[in-house]
Structure formats: structure tokens, C-alpha cells
């Protein structure tokens, strides 16, 4: 699994100058947790990326609660980590089943960079193998990297209102199974699902230990899906849905793009919230 390494390879690369890692942990009910976490202690030579701050764009009336990021800006910040366009490896990890790494994962490959990974079992798995920590932050570095944006690896809410019904197009809702059947809402301000979605939640790409499962089990998992054009996938924000992207990558299928709107994007033209 190109996509997927494993702490015991990062321990042996940690002072890879073509190796950049990045803490990606955060918390959508406490959104400073994840950098104070990287603050108290962190992988060696890690750097600090936050959803809302770096990985995501400012929130307006429509678009979703995580729009994406301003592809300079966020080529600026990877720049400062040392990542050069097409030659540095990133490695992403988090402490919550790649939600959070798998949107830097998507990102970089999004703005033209394929050598991204995430770390297999997060950061629970590097402290399980007894692994150096610091809470030492690593100076800014000077690598280059100028954005190729990738735009056929989204689809915008007319591209989904538009496709999502059309054949050999499936539309994928990565949340939990009772967020997409409407009985539960934590966030947004209407429960349900986009009419025609199936429901393949994120959380079992990975196993109950936060391990990414084998590319024969994520291409068992696709395999009810006849082959298609596109596949659509979203969450609620763009965000967990990256994770079944990763798990499509690893399954051999090429075909998933993201609507980075997600559900928050969908349900705010609900006439209900337009008065």
C-alpha cells in the first residue's frame, strides 16, 4: 500500500531530508485540541497542520463548513515544511482514523503532489511502538512547490444536482449510517442524505484499531458498485469523505471525486433556511 506506511518505515526515515511529516489531529467539538495536542508532544520533525486554520477555506452562507483551502496558501505553508512539487513524501497523520490526515492526503494530490502516504494506526500506533516523541517544533525549511490544481478531482453542488442520477454515476455519502438515514444531526442544521446516495460510512476503511484495511478488503468493500464513469463521494464537510477516497485509491478505482460542500453545502439552499 503505496498510500499507507507504517511507523517502524518513519522511525528509519525520520532525518529523510525527502520525507516531510505532518500532524494533522484536531477535534471538531474542541477545534484548538489537536494543536495543543502537536504542542505537548508530536513525532519528531513534525509539523502542524489545522483543519480549520490551513486546511480548509474561510465559511460563507453556502459552500460548505470546510470549503477548501486557497491552493497558494497552502502551497506556501508546505513549502515552509521543506515539501518540494513531486519530489518530497508527505506523510499525514492524526488520532482519529485518518479523518484528518486523509484531507491533507487528498489535498496534495488534488494540487498535483502524488507522493503523499498516511500513517498507518496514527499517532496511537507510534506511541504503542514506543516511538520518540518531542514536543521540540522544527524550524521553517525551503522547499518549492508551485499548485497544479487538479479540477476533475471535484464536483461542485450543480455538477452533483446534475449527475447524480445519470448512469454509470454513483453517489457516495461517507457519514454514519444514522446520520444518513436522518435520525441523528450533531452539526448541520437538517438531518438526512442527498436523494439517490448510498451510504458507505468512512469509519470502516480502517479496523477497530485505526488500521487501514488490506487493498483486497477495500476492493471487497466497493465490490456491490458496477463499474462506473464517476464516483461522487461527500460527507458532511468534505472532510471524512477523503478517507473513502483513499480506500477507493487503494481499491484500484480512480474514478472518485469529492464534493468538497458536502452535505453542509447541500442542505444550506434548503428553502426552510432561505426565508
Known amino acids: 500500500m503505496d498510500q499507507v506506511i507504517s511507523s517502524d518505515w518513519l522511525l528509519e526515515h525520520l532525518s ?3 520525507v516531510a511529516i505532518v500532524d494533522c489531529r484536531f477535534s471538531l467539538m474542541q477545534p484548538e485540541l489537536g494543536h495543543q495536542q502537536y504542542q505537548t508532544s508530536h513525532i519528531p520533525g513534525a509539523y502542524h497542520l489545522d483543519l480549520n486554520r490551513d486546511l480548509s477555506g474561510p465559511v460563507g452562507k453556502h459552500g460548505g463548513r470546510h470549503p477548501l483551502p486557497d491552493p497558494m496558501e497552502l502551497a506556501t505553508k508546505l513549502a515552509q515544511m521543506g515539501v518540494t512539487l513531486n519530489s518530497t513524501l508527505v506523510v499525514a497523520y492524526d488520532d482519529s482514523n485518518l479523518a484528518f490526515a486523509a484531507r491533507l492526503w487528498w489535498l496534495l494530490r488534488y494540487l498535483g503532489h502524488d507522493r503523499t502516504a498516511v500513517l498507518n494506526g496514527g499517532f496511537a500506533a507510534w506511541q504503542a511502538a514506543n516511538y520518540p516523541i518531542t514536543n521540540e517544533i522544527p524550524v521553517a525549511k525551503a522547499g518549492q512547490f508551485t499548485p497544479h490544481v487538479q479540477p476533475s478531482y471535484v464536483v461542485d453542488r450543480e455538477g452533483v444536482e446534475a449527475r447524480k442520477a445519470a448512469p454509470g454515476v454513483v453517489l ?64 458532511g464537510s468534505g472532510v471524512t ?35
Open 16 to 18: 529523510d531530508p525527502e
Open 172 to 235: 457516495v455519502d461517507s457519514r454514519e449510517g444514522d446520520r444518513y438515514r436522518g435520525e441523528r444531526e450533531p452539526i448541520d442544521p437538517i438531518a438526512g442524505h442527498i436523494p439517490g446516495a448510498v451510504n458507505y460510512p468512512w469509519q470502516d476503511v480502517t479496523d477497530g484499531k485505526g488500521y487501514v484495511r488490506s487493498p483486497s478488503e477495500q476492493r471487497q468493500r466497493w465490490s456491490s458498485l458496477e463499474p462506473t464513469q464517476d464516483i461522487l463521494v461527500y460527507c
Open 241 to 275: 469523505a477523503c478517507v473513502n477516497l483513499l480506500s477507493l485509491e487503494l481499491a484500484g478505482i480512480t474514478t472518485g471525486k469529492l464534493y468538497p460542500g458536502s452535505w453542509s453545502d447541500w442542505c444550506s439552499y434548503d428553502p426552510s433556511l432561505n426565508p
